[in-house]
């Protein structure tokens, strides 16, 4: 899929943490993501997984207080994200990184007409005039599929699968090389969301922009994604190239996510879910975080936090049984 | 002939609007088999939610028949709607916003039991309280908790219990789990399945989740714009489905394989407005396949093994 094998992006150890009147809550604990230009990654989880706020903590948006950045680096080109100035971080800002939220309908701004909206990211970053930008955001809204003389209209005039392309023009009107998509799908019906896959899946060939995809929809990341990362409580538990993944998960999570899905193909009489509920994030488990749900968990579960082992070339799970101190096997 | 308990014909529920009526149910015909569940999908807008309101009267129809257990229940006075309620149920899709914040999980789930006067006394009462949260799988300690203490799993297991108290024989599930995540969401649907054989239920199951229809539903209806435009078994469904809008509706669902990738029908265009619509196929616009179609109205027709499509094009796409 891509054309370059840059590096673009790496993060280590990333760790932030939100203090709250019930505790501190370690919202993304010790993650680590490589992405090279114009790779697409998944992020895969739950609510509540901390894959929104890893997404604001690559854009240096965490809410803070109460959130706050306490360990690792954000390296983006070469340079750590976490080290520059706030005026160099509102220059990379919608021009080198840009961020596509979840619910079209309450990102675009009611009382400005998309026209605007998308000159206006253009006229920050860009040096071009008014009238340059105006014409630059008709071409953006046409290369997302929706005529050029809609520009002059306000976002209540458009459905929700128009206004989440407006979103995606605003969004690429600078040629990001790195895009995040929190969700872009979520809200949208099936057929229309076929349309933004696939609007978004040609751009990323044209652009050859690298994107990392937030989602809870395994399907999703089946149809767009080249690497696939799935976190829980705060933590990638597993990470792996789409093909790893989906032809031979090994995360005891993982299998369950897998296991919850009704499958299309087979016939299933019952569904194999993740027995359980997510952790209290102000309490989280001892020991691996995953074990008071995991089907395979020993007492020493509860005691020692799990390493990433590498299992094969790219594929990197975070469970005892491939650190060798469990004898179990992990099945589908 | 199957013992139906739900027959609906002609179902129209239309809504006055500023700019003209919307038709939401424009006529439609259907009917559910006792202990059996039928899935009626669509995409926003199409009128699933709706049909299951008016289907248990809390929307009044515009006109049709609504026959449960052999009787219209839209002829049913006050007293006579009173006592349906309870035969049937129906479980919301926002478990945030479909129970009461001040009110206890036993006073959510003890309501409908007061109110019908089915217990007694107190001590009646939490029994009867303390065995539906055992049925769904709420721990007895939650028993005094409010619903914002709870997440949204556990939220809907109360609206599960709550539909459940009086005994019903029929069940709406109007989304009941599009709002959970995919791991409590696989818990809630299994202990749903658990149900229907326990009690012997019925279910009418709207949602715009195909995988999970497929997974849930013995028959399906799709609908578009207000009318049912395929009905067949779940499997004969999924396996051939004729109607254009069927074929790209089940092509865009994204599969978590990467075996089997489909060749996906795009639709063009948007959804056409509901209100005054044009006679005629409502697909008509953005379908594929269309080319001069009659300007008559679709009838739904059988085409074997229980299979109905309603287009025009149904001899060329058999």
């Not at chain 1, 690497?227 to 031979?248: C, D, P, R």
């Amino acid at each position: 899929m891509s054309k370059s094998k840059n590096k673009l992006l790496n993060i280590e150890d990333l760790g932030i943490e939100y203090v709250t009147e019930d505790g501190t809550v370690k919202a993304v604990n010790g993650i680590e993501i490589k992405l090279n230009e114009g790779e697409t990654l998944g992020l895969v989880g739950e609510t509540g997984a901390g894959k929104t706020t890893t997404a604001l903590g690559i854009m240096r948006l965490v809410p803070n207080p109460p959130g706050k950045i306490v360990s690792g680096k954000i390296e983006f080109e070469g340079s750590n994200l976490l080290d520059v100035s706030e005026e160099e971080m509102r220059m990379i800002r919608g021009n080198k990184i840009s961020m596509i939220f979840q619910d079209p309908m309450t990102s675009l701004n009611p009382v400005m007409t998309v026209g605007q909206q998308i000159a206006e990211v253009i006229e920050i970053h860009q040096d071009l005039s008014r009238q340059e930008a105006a014409k630059k955001s008709e071409e953006m809204l046409e290369l997302v599929g929706i005529p050029g003389s809609r520009a002059n209209d306000y976002p209540h005039q458009f459905s929700g699968g128009m206004k989440q392309r407006v979103v995606i023009a605003i969004s690429l009107a600078c040629n990001p090389q790195l895009l995040i998509a929190d969700e872009p799908t979520t809200a949208l019906d099936v057929t229309i969301q076929a349309q933004v896959l696939d609007l978004m899946n040609n751009l990323k060939k044209e652009f050859n922009t690298a994107m990392i995809l937030i989602t809870h929809d395994l399907g999703v990341v089946s149809e767009v994604c080249d690497k696939v990362a799935i976190m829980y409580a705060g933590e990638i538990i597993e990470s792996a190239t789409l093909e790893q993944l989906f032809t031979n998960p090994r995360h005891p999570y993982t299998v369950g996510l897998f296991g919850s899905i009704p499958n299309l193909e087979e016939e299933t009489d019952r569904l194999s879910p993740v027995k359980g509920l997510m952790p209290d994030p102000t309490d989280l488990p001892s020991g691996c975080k995953f074990h008071p749900r995991c089907p395979y968990a020993k007492d020493i579960c509860a005691k020692q936090d799990p390493n990433s082992t590498e299992i094969e070339a790219q594929h990197k799970v975070k469970c005892l049984i491939y650190e060798g101190l469990i004898d179990a096997e992990v099945k589908r | 002939m199957a013992d139906k308990i739900l027959e609906v014909k002609n179902l129209k529920k239309h809504f006055k609007t500023p700019k003209g009526m919307l038709h939401a149910v424009d006529g439609i015909d259907f009917s559910i088999e006792r202990g059996k569940t039928l899935g009626v999908v669509g995409e926003s807008g199409c009128g699933k939610s709706t049909t299951g309101r008016v289907v248990l009267r809390l929307l009044e129809a515009t006109d049709g028949e609504i026959i449960f257990e052999g009787k219209n229940i839209r002829m049913f006075n006050k007293e006579q709607l009173r006592q349906l309620r309870r035969e049937m149920q129906i479980i919301f899709q926002d478990p945030f916003a479909s129970l009461n914040p001040r009110m206890t999980v036993s006073e959510i789930i003890g309501e409908p039991l007061k109110i019908h006067g089915i217990t007694k006394n107190k001590k009646e009462l939490s029994d009867k309280v303390s065995e539906l949260m055992d049925t769904v799988g709420l721990a007895d300690r939650l028993v005094n908790t409010y619903p914002h203490e709870l997440d949204g799993g556990r939220r809907q297991r109360i609206g599960i219990a709550r539909a459940l108290s009086l005994n019903p024989k029929f069940i709406v599930c109007d989304e009941p789990v599009s709002a959970l995540d995919v791991s409590i969401q696989a818990q809630v649907l299994n202990l749903m399945q658990d149900l229907q054989k326990d009690f012997g239920l019925t279910y009418m199951f709207i949602t715009h989740d195909l995988s999970v229809v497929k997974h849930f539903s013995d028959e399906i209806a799709v609908m578009y714009l207000g009318q049912l435009v395929e009905k067949a078994p779940a499997n004969e469904l999924f396996k051939n489905p004729v109607h254009p809008y069927t074929k790209a509706l089940l092509s865009a669902i994204p599969v978590p394989s990467l075996t089997n990738k489909k060749e996906r029908v795009i639709l063009k265009g948007e959804i056409t407005s509901p209100i005054n619509p044009d006679p005629g196929c409502r697909f008509c616009k953005r379908c594929p396949y269309a080319d001069n179609c009659p300007t008559a109205e679709p009838v739904l027709k059988d085409i074997g093994n229980g299979h109905f499509v309603a287009c025009h094009l149904i001899h060329e796409l058999v």
